[in-house]
């Protein structure tokens, strides 16, 4: 947990492997929660994910398992009462309503494995957009809510990571071209391996991990790019052998720690963080494996 203002951090959990994927509820904060690494030796077949749930002190006090694997989940989404949740290994998404599980394969295929990659939400005007990375050029594939038929394909970037909508345009991080794009022409150069993206009234930041072979992404470096609202940076915070950065979400009003008056306005899920933030500068929180 990182307070964009102060620079003061908290760790609220470790322990639980590669943390990807952050949502809330007006009651619940959920984290999901791989309880695997990227280089392990544990076959990634036999990756049982869950989600941690988070009451608004941020005390955790609860872990969801669907009675079906979770392997390799990415971003999940809280939308209209219902949990999303990207479980990438086998081509799947998972919904949970608050007592029933349930598995939907997008493009069908159950036992074709990760063909697609999905890894990222938006909900919008009755359809719900699933982000295809495919391990190359990626697409945005519109699903009407009602019939969970695919209505539409807009196809963006390469590898890419997160999707949202101003004004009209569709916005997605092209995490192999270290871009940020969106379908009416945008293009922010970045660097690196932008994943993970949040925004307030006044602030945009962007998670920036540094390009790696798979095996020894838990170890990397990484940063978040500060911006301003109109693009122009404000400042980065380096974070040297932290580790990847894979989600941010900007911390909702009414939950605080139970100890502090001051709210952190900024999380940030990576694989790793063996220490606390010691650098004055650095401006967001860590969830710690």
């Not at 760790?11 to 509820?25: K, M, P, T």
């Not at 988070?54 to 390799?72: I, K, T, V, W």
């Not at 697409?139 to 969970?148: A, K, V, Y």
């Not at 871009?179 to 962007?206: E, I, M």
Request: with cysteine; hydrophobic share 40%.
């Amino acid at each position: 947990m990182l307070d964009t203002t102060s620079g003061h951090a908290h760790v609220l959990d470790r322990g639980h492997g590669l943390y990807y994927g952050i949502a809330h509820n007006e009651k619940q904060l959920f984290v999901a929660a791989r309880n695997r690494l990227v280089s392990s030796d544990i076959d990634p077949a036999e990756e049982r994910g869950d989600v941690l749930v988070f009451d608004r002190s941020l005390r955790l006090c609860e872990r969801l398992q669907a009675p079906f694997p979770l392997r390799d989940l990415h971003e999940i989404a809280w939308h209209d009462g219902k949990l999303w949740l990207t479980s990438s290994h086998d081509n799947m998404i998972a919904i949970w309503d608050g007592q029933v599980w349930e598995r939907w394969y997008p493009l069908g295929a159950q036992d074709a494995g990760d063909v697609n990659h999905f890894n990222s939400f938006m909900f919008d005007q009755g359809l719900v957009w699933i982000l295809a990375h495919n391990r190359g050029p990626s697409e945005l594939l519109g699903f009407s809510l009602e019939t969970r038929q695919l209505v539409e394909t807009v196809a963006m970037g390469n590898c890419g990571h997160n999707i949202w909508r101003e004004d009209g345009e569709l916005y997605s991080c092209s995490s192999a071209e270290s871009r940020l794009l969106s379908d009416s022409g945008f293009v922010l150069d970045t660097g690196g391996f932008p994943r993970g993206v949040a925004f307030d009234a006044s602030t945009r930041c962007v998670g920036v991990s540094a390009l790696t072979e798979r095996k020894s992404r838990d170890f990397t470096s990484g940063k978040v790019m500060v911006f301003e609202r109109d693009w122009s940076l404000r400042h980065e915070i380096d974070m040297a052998g932290e580790g990847l950065i894979l989600d941010l979400c900007r911390l909702p009003a009414g939950f605080a720690l139970a100890h502090s008056a001051a709210a952190p306005s900024l999380w940030a899920s990576i694989t790793r963080a063996h220490k606390r933030v010691a650098r004055p500068e650095q401006v967001f929180a860590l969830m710690e494996t």
